[in-house]
């Protein structure tokens, strides 16, 4: 696969989240019906962080009145520190939970990656790089090696995350607010 994999259209792709994105693309152009989910500004990415973080800190949550998307600890730490908030987090209206669902998703985003690498050579480095533990820095560090392929992964990981996040959004019933409709702040 090269660049054309992820300029794709949404619905031609079929990556995880893409007939979410396709849907919601019709609905704004006005040339589909309109998903039947509630808005929330959420920022995928943070999303993502949260989705794909190490299980041993919990997950996070997103703030239904914002959007804003908290990992626990960060919770955690406004309710130890006797936040003017702390009755707010404790609101479960307010609140949607965000349980981590570990790095395997990301484990094989750099497997489909490396099935996309044109040079023979670069791909067995890489696929060397991803056996047993510390895939992910090694994978990275060998990557490094060619910049215009690390900027190539980059965007390839980075589309992957969001569609899996807009994707768990639309499970949880929102979907992600246009830019133009986003809190101030985010």
Request: hydrophobic letters at 35%; glycine letters at 12%.
């Amino acid at each position: 696969m090269s660049w054309l994999g992820c300029w794709l259209s949404p619905s031609q792709r079929g990556w995880e989240g893409d007939d979410d994105l396709a849907d919601q693309l019709d609905s704004l152009l006005g040339t589909g019906a309109t998903p039947l989910l509630r808005s929330l500004p959420v920022d995928l990415a943070e999303l993502a962080g949260i989705l794909e973080g190490d299980p041993g800190y919990g997950g996070g949550r997103i703030d239904l009145t914002t959007g804003a998307a908290w990992p626990e600890e960060s919770i955690d730490y406004a309710v130890d520190a006797g936040a003017e908030e702390e009755d707010a987090a404790d609101d479960p209206g307010r609140w949607l939970q965000v349980n981590c669902e570990g790095s395997r998703a990301g484990y094989q985003d750099m497997e489909l990656f490396i099935a996309s690498v044109d040079d023979p050579g670069q791909a067995d480095h890489l696929a060397i790089a991803v056996e047993g533990r510390g895939a992910f820095r090694r994978f990275k560090d060998v990557l490094a090696r060619w910049p215009e392929e690390f900027q190539r992964w980059q965007a390839f990981s980075e589309e992957r995350q969001r569609g899996r996040a807009r994707s768990w959004l639309a499970s949880a019933g929102y979907r992600v607010s246009p830019a133009s409709h986003r809190h101030p702040g985010m």
